[in-house]
């Protein structure tokens, strides 16, 4: 661009410019005034010739390069000759021999008799002859035969395919021309394409090529920009003048920004590098929403393609809680071990990175230790457990229900101090008290033992077990809260004794308290707050204070430093494991935030949620009505969960009917199609499942209880393998995740047998998902060209393995059989109302299994979670080595000649030598 | 591919014949009733650099050029299938150093004879169709190339008798491939064309552990692990109708169709994304009443000029590497009607040989000029 513009014609100066525009609007009258399409032209030419030129430039290049490969190739050749002659003496070269006769026989010099002899004596024949106009013509040379070998039967190369593919658009042929010439004169454009469709050459919009720019940014300059202009140079670039004048305007604006885009060049590239982390989440997950198949749980799924409808499943996994792991810090920089070296450090620094570095390795041996005291002291929990759970009341349930496993453990060890003997070693608490503390457990427990005394309700001891360990995390805390931490336990017993008059509501805070159980410092303070508002809100505003001061030393510090992305996974974390830091960190954000970080921006966060919203009244208010909420929620999952059990044991309900009906309805339809329908309550009316016709699948987003779903199986003895079942029946395969009672074995059971479902009966219906397929073999068939056959034999109604290929659409299939019927092969099977299995470029080996009116194998489509897929199974006992017959079962109307009428006569057992009447060659 | 936009038209070259150099006819022979498909010299080895291979019906023929126009016949091989019909024929060498003659054709078996020991050396079963083209890698000629019906590209170790890679699958031709070509000094790339209008540069730069493999490989050839390539580098739409030839000039690509010409096009290709880029098409050949398919251009050993037989029988030699491009002749002969499937000139360029669908080889030389 540049150096064209450097370029320009010096035959019209400034001046000349001027006089041109003048001229132009003198003669605006004229149909196209010569000046234009002269300027046009010249400049046309100008281009012409560079492109010339810059071909010819370019030739010249490519011609010195090929001088220098050829040389070397040269090169090489004669060093052949030259390493050849000089072992020639290895043997004879009868190709340089016969060259050489030739040569001596041009020559007039007569082969000798000797040197015949010699010839002979090599056993080969004195050979050459000459053909030309002056030389004698000898007849022929004996021809040398070379031995028959034994072709393939043809076929097309092909990809394998474990599972089915979807075709990707540039394999498609519909729109695409292709040509064929007759066989006999090679010369005839037979066939385009089919006349119902008109391959339509759009006209695309062309980009203007930098010449085009070139020609008009010179013309407009040279004579300025007219109708006329605009005009002559559309119809020289066979374009519309308006078209011209927007490119024009694109241009020089271009040109102004060409001065600063040099600069915005670099910022760029310094951008580029940190683009990742600079990302939200949900930008970031913009190529994972995009390309993971949620049903395969693949990137990239060849199957349901990339960019699929996004279905959210209306049922919300629980909480993910750890199973007996907890207190066992997660690491060095677990926020269990700062913690517990921050307050043995008694003189030390409050700074983490201090912590950090000093204390990882004691920390960590604390952590062990105190999980080995753990496991004891849970023992006892768990047997106190089961009598406490009974024993609470109605209006504990909710908590019950509510609070994930880590609560209850935790809830549990407050009751074990309740239970156990008070020997200060024993007792290690919740946050594990080293013994150096055993002033204060002494204290903590006699504090357990006053309470216990009280006797209260049920509801109350539970609260009592919460207050119990709450002056415990408080001491944890940091050594600037020593003070607080004798008074708060003081002023806690203050507190408790109006509380009790109010157990319920009591019970509620509590509630709270434990579901943010694993919180610090900060949060803890808030536990106090808790409970002043009852006595003064001075005392509240008091202590936000003191935690929001708290709060701007270190963790807005620290909040700047979240990147979005991190604050992002945080967020998804919390979603998934609640509120544990140590999941979140392992799982999430590994590598990115530490334990303790992830551990202090949660309570940060929350007190921040908690002062925006409380905004000086009560903060918890907020958060209670937070926990109250997901456990009404949670409370509704689990009755609704209850009433699909339900129904899912009653199978003999109206939804197998329905199926069924469908199923019989359909009998000698193709199937639908399953997609995913995306409904968030239980599908209506308007539910894309039922709209279409199909059954709503465990990847719908509707819930569980949704009357159209399919329910599964509950078989034991029969191993789903008649009609009886209702899988089998519906043409689906079992799935684990469905069926209640379907399971199948590992291995061969050496290695144990996993924990039995049901009966011992395992589930036969499951082959096409495990892929559980006999050994095909791939041979010449004693038809026609090549045949699948079995290696082990079977009995009957053995899966021997699946039909695999590329989904194409029905349009794509009838473009492809026209093709197909030329070639007389075709890898076609219908699969259902949207598709097509073609296997004549990727497939498996059963797609070579011939067709037979009287087989011995038969095709089934087969519903495997959510895919329909083609298994062939055995029609009868089919022993080792056998060749794979299946019924194409063509439509009546399009069946080529040769299938439509069987031939055979009801012979069966012709195993050996099948007669070429009885099947005929398709693949 | 019909318009062109402005600054981006090729250089299409005058038919007027420059006169550079003329030929004359010097010989003629008839091999036999069946048309002859290939014609193919020597340019590995020095030593047989006038000898030259054809093959026609179920024969392949080696002969040799001698002085005045002189043709001997050096070997002739029969194929004891009768249905045989070869398409391709092409000169490889043993790492030994002996030389082979590698035919293929309508039964999908590459022939691989020992024209040193006059003995077929090793029969190739793989390919499930004809084969309609046969390369061979110039520096290392004992690796060959085969292009097939069945839709595949196969690369062979003649030496061990290995089928080393195959090109085909997701990104590969979607009809048979008629011709295939080693680019002259990248020995991993390939390119290939076929009836799905399409040629394709292919890389096997990932795959050269596998090749070297093949050299050393002492097992049964049918347990190499043998590799899918399935995407090419680059796919060009030069063309709208079957593409039957396609040679490397330098970096760029000379590839003909049924439309009377011979276009010269760089393949532009975006590093970033693999299988895209852009074509520049800089020339084109013309080649008058050459609309049909299977006929095949030949270049010398320098590339300087091509050769390529037409419909009538006729013959356009033309300079390639000038621009634009000069016809340096144009060679006819009375007697010459029948189709011309493939020419070969010699190392210099001074002998041009035609094969002609009624079985008859016509040996031109160049006239020297006093």
Redesign the interface.
Request: proline share 5%; glycine share 12%.
């Given at each position: 661009m540049a150096s064209k513009a450097s370029l320009p014609s010096s035959s019209v100066d400034r001046s000349d410019l001027h006089d041109d525009t003048q001229i132009t609007k003198s003669q605006e009258q004229d149909p196209i005034p010569k000046e234009i399409l002269s300027v046009i032209d010249f400049l046309k030419k100008q281009v012409a010739g560079e492109r010339c030129n810059s071909v010819q430039k370019r030739m010249e290049e490519n011609k010195q390069k090929l001088v220098g490969i050829t040389t070397h190739l040269l090169k090489s050749s004669t060093e052949r000759r030259i390493r050849r002659a000089s072992d020639s003496d290895k043997g004879v070269d009868l190709l340089t021999k016969r060259q050489k006769d030739a040569l001596d026989m041009q020559n007039g010099i007569n082969v000798s008799d000797g040197e015949n002899d010699r010839s002979q004596e090599d056993g080969h024949e004195p050979s050459a002859v000459l053909l030309g106009s002056n030389v004698a013509v000898r007849n022929a040379v004996r021809p040398i035969k070379l031995p028959e070998a034994k072709t393939l039967p043809p076929y097309t190369t092909w990809i394998f395919l474990d599972r089915n593919q979807r075709m990707t658009e540039d394999q498609s042929v519909v729109g695409r021309r292709r040509i064929y010439y007759d066989q006999s004169g090679g010369e005839a454009l037979i066939c385009s394409d089919s006349e119902e469709e008109v391959i339509e050459d759009e006209e695309e919009k062309r980009d203007f090529v930098e010449s085009e720019d070139y020609i008009l940014r010179m013309t407009i300059k040279e004579i300025g920009s007219s109708d006329l202009v605009l005009e002559s140079l559309a119809s020289c670039f066979s374009r519309s003048p308006g078209e011209i004048q927007v490119r024009y305007e694109v241009l020089t604006q271009g040109e102004k920004a060409v001065g600063c885009f040099n600069n915005r060049i670099n910022e760029e590239i310094s951008h580029i590098a940190s683009t990742f982390l600079d990302k939200d989440l949900d930008a970031a997950l913009d190529s994972f929403d995009n390309l993971f198949c949620r049903r395969c749980l693949v990137f990239d799924c060849r199957l349901h393609g990339c960019s699929q409808d996004l279905v959210f499943p209306a049922e919300k996994q629980p909480k993910w809680g750890p199973v007996g792991e907890e207190n066992v810090p997660c690491g060095p920089l677990c926020y269990r071990s700062v913690l517990k070296s921050d307050k043995n450090y008694t003189g030390g620094s409050p700074l983490r990175s201090d912590l950090e570095e000093k204390h990882p390795m004691s920390s960590d041996g604390t952590g062990a230790q105190i999980s080995k005291k753990k496991k004891s002291s849970r023992k006892a929990a768990r047997r106190r457990a089961k009598s406490y759970q009974s024993e609470s009341a109605s209006s504990n349930a909710k908590n019950i229900s509510e609070s994930s496993e880590s609560e209850n453990e935790l809830r549990q060890d407050g009751n074990t101090i309740h239970q156990s003997p008070p020997p200060n070693s024993k007792i290690t608490g919740v946050g594990g008290i080293p013994k150096r503390n055993s002033k204060r457990v002494a204290e903590r427990v006699l504090i357990c033992m006053q309470k216990k005394q009280k006797k209260m309700a049920a509801s109350e001891s539970e609260s009592l077990a919460s207050v119990g360990h709450c002056p415990n995390d408080v001491k944890i805390k940091s050594n600037s809260y020593k003070e607080n931490d004798d008074t708060s336990s003081s002023s806690r017993k203050n507190i408790r004794s109006p509380t009790v008059g109010r157990p319920r509501r009591e019970s509620l805070t509590q509630q709270y308290n434990k579901f943010e159980q694993n919180e610090t410092l900060n949060n803890s303070s808030n536990e106090i707050i808790t409970h002043l508002p009852i006595d003064s809100c001075d005392d509240n505003s008091r202590i936000e204070e003191c935690v929001d001061e708290n709060l701007c030393k270190q963790d807005l510090a620290e909040d700047k430093s979240w990147k979005a992305i991190e604050k992002g996974l945080y967020e998804k974390g919390i979603e998934i494991f609640g509120r544990n830091s140590c999941l979140i960190a392992r799982n999430l954000l590994n590598g990115m935030k530490t334990c303790w970080e992830i551990f202090q921006h949660m309570n940060y966060s929350e007190n921040k949620n908690c002062s925006q919203v409380g905004d000086g009244s009560n903060p918890h208010l907020d958060g209670y009505a937070k926990g109250n909420n997901e456990v009404r929620r949670r409370s509704r999952f689990l009755r609704r969960r209850g009433r699909v059990r339900r129904l899912k044991y009653t199978w003999k309900s109206a939804a197998y009917h329905s199926i069924r009906k469908r199923i019989t309805e359909r009998k000698d339809q193709p199937c639908r199609q399953y997609n995913p329908c995306s409904c968030q309550t239980a599908c209506g009316k308007q539910c894309a499942c039922l709209l279409n016709g199909t059954c709503c699948e465990k990847y719908c987003g509707c819930p569980k209880s949704c009357k159209n779903r399919f329910r599964g199986c509950h078989c034991a003895k029969s191993q789903c393998r008649s009609r009886q079942c209702p899988c089998f029946a519906a043409d689906r395969e079992c799935d684990p995740d469905v069926c209640r009672n379907c399971w199948v074995s590992c291995g061969d059971g050496t290695l144990g047998v996993p924990n039995q479902r049901g009966d011992n009966y395992e589930c036969r219906n499951m082959k096409l998902l495990l892929k559980q397929q006999q050994r095909v073999l791939l041979g010449r068939s004693d038809i026609s060209g090549w045949g699948a056959f079995l290696k082990n034999s079977v009995g009957k109604h053995e899966y021997l393995g699946e039909y695999t290929g590329e989904l194409i659409s029905h349009r794509e299939a009838d473009k492809r059989g026209k093709i197909y019927d030329r070639e007389n092969s075709s890898f076609l099977f219908n699969l259902n109302d949207q598709f097509v299995l073609d296997a004549y470029r990727k497939g498996d080996k059963l797609k070579f299994a011939n067709h037979s009116p009287v087989p011995n194998c038969y095709a089934k489509v087969i519903m495997v979670a959510g895919d329909h897929r083609v298994g062939i199974f055995a029609k009868e006992r089919i022993s080792a080595g056998e060749e794979l017959f299946y019924d194409y079962r063509y439509e009546p109307d399009r069946a080529p000649a040769w299938a439509r009428k069987p031939e055979a006569s009801g012979s069966k057992k012709d195993d050996g030598a099948p007669s070429s009447g009885r099947a005929k060659k398709l693949a | 591919m019909a318009k062109y936009?402005?600054?981006?038209?090729?250089?299409v070259g005058s038919l007027t014949p420059s006169r550079k150099r003329e030929y004359r006819v010097?010989?003629r022979?008839q091999e036999g009733k069946r048309p002859l498909y290939a014609v193919v010299f020597n340019?590995?080895?020095?030593?047989?650099f006038n000898?030259f291979a054809t093959v026609g019906g179920n024969?392949?023929t080696?002969y040799?050029c001698?002085?005045?126009?002189?043709?001997?016949?050096?070997?002739?091989?029969?194929?004891?299938?009768k249905d045989e019909s070869f398409y391709t024929v092409s000169w490889a060498?043993n790492v030994d150093?002996?030389?082979f003659v590698v035919a293929g054709g309508i039964?999908?078996?590459i022939?691989v004879?020992d024209?040193?020991?006059?003995?077929?050396y090793k029969?190739f079963?793989?390919?499930?169709?004809s084969i309609n083209e046969i390369r061979t890698q110039?520096?290392k000629p004992s690796l060959v190339i085969s292009a097939?019906k069945?839709?595949?590209v196969r690369l062979w170790n003649v030496h061990t008798g290995i089928c080393i890679l195959?090109f085909?699958?997701?990104g590969?031709h979607?009809?048979e491939v008629l011709s295939v070509d080693f680019h002259?000094?990248d020995i991993y790339r390939i390119a290939s064309c076929g009836?799905d209008?399409t040629v394709k540069i292919w890389s096997m730069k990932e795959f050269w552990t596998y090749v070297e493999k093949s050299f050393t490989w002492t097992d049964l050839p049918s347990k190499f692990p043998t590799k899918?390539v399935?995407f090419p580098v680059f796919i060009a739409s030069v063309h709208?109708?079957?593409v039957d030839c396609s040679r490397w000039?330098?970096?760029?690509i000379l590839s003909k169709s049924v439309d009377n010409e011979i276009v010269l096009w760089?393949p532009k290709m975006k590093e970033q994304s693999p299988g895209e880029g852009t074509v520049d098409i800089?020339?084109k050949y013309p080649v008058p009443e050459c609309d049909?398919?299977?006929i095949k251009f030949s270049c010398d050993?320098?590339?300087n000029a091509a050769a390529i037989g037409n419909r009538e029988g006729k013959i356009f030699v033309w300079e390639l590497?000038?621009?634009?491009p000069v016809l340096i002749a144009r060679l006819s002969h009375a007697q010459s009607k029948s189709p011309i499937r493939q020419t070969a000139m010699s190392f210099d360029g001074s002998i041009i040989l035609s094969c002609c669908e009624d079985g008859t080889i016509w040996r031109w030389d160049v006239m020297t000029t006093s």
């Open positions: - | 936009s402005l600054g981006s038209e090729p250089v010097t010989n022979l340019f590995i080895d020095s030593r047989y000898v024969r392949v080696v040799q001698l002085e005045g126009g002189v043709i001997a016949v050096l070997q002739s091989y029969v194929d004891e299938d060498f150093g002996s030389p039964n999908g078996i022939r004879i024209a040193g020991s006059e003995k077929i029969s079963v793989g390919h499930g169709d110039p520096l097939s069945d839709e595949s195959v085909a699958g997701a590969g979607r009809n002259p000094s009836m209008n899918y399935q709208s109708n079957y000039l330098g970096d760029f760089e800089l020339q049909i398919w299977f050993f320098h590339y590497q000038s621009s634009p």
